[in-house]
């Protein structure tokens, strides 16, 4: 855990988000600034910086797998979803007509 880290924060309960999904590897919860009607971070509970610094290959697929499953949950795995990566934590977006060029 980094001290300064926002999302390590999250991951010791240091600061309360609104968790859709957790396990031993990720969180997942609502974005406090969302672009979509679902608009949900899911993270590493492990810290990585950026995208530089994962030594875990398997950890991207767990990351997209659960962006999977919280689409069927959020009710969005039909009509279609957004996944964007940043650095390391991923926005699973959707609920919207998305547009291309993102926005």
């Known amino acids: 855990m980094m001290s300064d880290c926002l999302f390590c924060k999250f991951v010791a309960g240091e600061i309360k ?15 406090i600034n969302p672009q979509a009607p679902v608009h949900i971070l899911i993270i590493p509970k492990k810290h990585i910086a950026t995208l530089n610094e994962l030594d875990d290959q398997s950890l991207a697929g767990t990351l997209l797998l659960t962006a999977r ?33 993102p926005g």
């Open 17 to 31: 988000p609104d968790i859709v999904y957790e396990d031993d590897k990720v969180l997942a919860f609502r974005d």
């Open 69 to 101: 499953n919280i689409a069927a949950q959020e009710g969005i795995s039909e009509e279609g979803y957004r996944t964007v990566f940043n650095c390391i934590h991923l926005h699973l977006l959707g609920g919207r007509q998305m547009a291309w060029p």
